[in-house]
């Protein structure tokens, strides 16, 4: 699929056809706006495509079957970053004010995050980050703006010690091995290192660092030092071309695909189905349970495949985890915006302003995951203003050499690694940004 620079891949979708060449003034008092950034194109595009049709599947099936958010209809637009910092920064300048104004970005990138976040600051624009970004703005308190919903990548890599640990026959056991972390050499890559730091130095374990340049296809010589330091575990903070490649290179050596663990970005079926045996015994890990499937993946079927409008055109993604992910996120977004109604008003549409205070107020009991078929994809998710992120949980799963099978019950991570890092590096970031530290008390 050929993108040309910051085209958009879907022109403007609204529920009624009639709508379409409205203008945006006209829209902006009848919708509300997400904007949809993703990478279609560039080495992580085997990821970036599945989740991106999750995404926009979700919404199309929103506005179908429900009618929008009580009445009111979600317009949507998606602009083609390739993963490229620039052009993801060209792509919230460009839509951050359309149709109202952008209800909340899911940026796909951390570099990307990295770059809008002061920028949404002082534009009032929502960054909502599921499962990656920047893992310090989790504290409310500094980053009004921003939302890493479900966890982070410190609480990833907790659940995966916490796994290996388990493994082992508790957490003594780690004492004395050796976990190493081949990273894709960008901020994304180095997200992992502040917790596993922390871990390595309470648990006695020895930490091996592995940065890999990108897009991640020269890794010979890394694996030859894997080879040589025989760490026990290997962790994998990679996506797109970088999985497969190490995954080659570490039966090229004769490194043990049970002894690897991948985040979640690495931990999807592209990432290893052409390896088939290959990949076989390598683990992954799950924001919530995205390997599952659930009533939800039935609605989007009825509402959106039966009707030929699915963004999954050659069958490949769909009810993909990667493309569940996509979903998740667009629900959370949703949401968001239904809860800012409750408070703010039902039917009407909502300012960026209003659905931030949704983001910072959502409460997901049980009752509701159930009633939007997410029951056995997630548990209850309740955030705060001291705490974007909500409830972590994750699952562990392995791939058999056809398919991921879940191989864990639910983990959460351990706030005792988690709480001082969220808040250190919060005040960190407060500090040197000269940024107010909110009272949510007074609040």
Known sequence: MKHALIKTTAAVVVAAAGLAGVSSTAQAAEENFIPLLVYRT???????????????????????????VNGVKIVYEECETAYSTDKGVECYERLKDKFGGATGYDTQSTGITFAVTDKAMVDGRSVVTVGYGLSQSADGRVFKWNFPLLGNYWTAYDVMIQDIAKNLGGEDKLKGKKIALVYHDSPFGKEPIPLLEARAKDNGFELQLYPVAAPGVEQKSTWLQIRKNRPDFVLMQSAGIMT??????????????????????????????????????????????????GRVHDDVKKYVYDKGQGADTDGKTFGSIAYTRGMMISMLQVEAIRTAQEKFGKGKAMTPEQVRWG??????????????????????????????????????????GKAFKVVSDWYQSNPKYITPLVQSLGEKYATEKKLPVRDCAAE
């Open 244 to 293: 497969p490649t190490a995954i080659r290179e570490a039966q090229a050596v004769g490194y043990p695909r049970d002894k690897m663990y991948g985040i979640w970005w690495a931990s999807s079926e592209t990432d290893v189905a052409d390896l088939g045996d290959t990949a076989k015994g390598y683990h992954g890990i799950t924001i919530q349970n995205s390997a599952e499937h």
């Open 359 to 400: 983001y910072e107020n959502l409460n997901l009991d049980q009752a509701r995951l159930e009633a939007l078929g997410f029951a056995k994809l997630m548990r209850p998710v309740k955030t705060t203003c001291e705490n974007h992120m909500g409830t972590d949980w994750a699952r562990i799963i392995q791939w058999d």
């Open 42 to 68: 560039g080495s992580f595009a085997p990821l970036g495509i599945p989740w991106a049709n999750g995404k926009i599947d979700y919404l199309k099936m929103v506005n179908e079957r429900d009618g929008g």
